[in-house]
Nanobody, 126 residues
Framework: QVQLVESGGGLVQAGGSLRLSCAAS????????MGWFRQAPGKEREFVAA????????YYADSVKGRFTISRDSGKNTVYLQMNRLTPEDTAIYYC???????????????????WGQGTQVTVSS
């Protein structure tokens, strides 16, 4: 069975950092684009970051650009999200996502992704 498991969330002060990890099993995703999304209370799930199979191209939401970095270790079938200079507006549940096909047209679109983790909570205090 395909499974994505996020870890690394927690409570952090504004200005602090966290690194999220997403470990995949049931399928090797080294040839797939991988993405991170987040959902705050009362809001829709939104795109955060994505990385292509080679890692040469990355995509970020404007709200996190310059603060967050997505990376991957294909040998470990794992994707990471390094989050720096966190603010209370970053508080949300963060989800790892993987598509069901090798090629996807819109890497920032949630509907392109078939597999989702259960999420990890990130809370940033003032």
């Amino acid at each position: 069975q395909v499974q994505l498991v996020e870890s690394g969330g927690g409570l952090v002060q504004a200005g602090g950092s966290l690194r999220l990890s997403c470990a995949a099993s049931g399928r090797t995703f080294s040839s797939y684009t991988m993405g991170w999304f987040r959902q705050a209370p009362g809001k829709e799930r939104e795109f955060v970051a994505a990385i292509v199979r080679s890692g040469i191209s990355t995509y970020y939401a404007d709200s996190v650009k310059g603060r967050f970095t997505i990376s991957r270790d294909s040998g470990k079938n794992t994707v990471y999200l390094q989050m720096n200079r966190l603010t209370p507006e970053d508080t949300a549940i963060y989800y790892c996502a993987a598509p069901g096909s090798l090629n996807i047209a819109q890497k920032k679109r949630a509907s392109e992704y078939a597999y989702w983790g259960q999420g990890t909570q990130v809370t940033v205090s003032s």
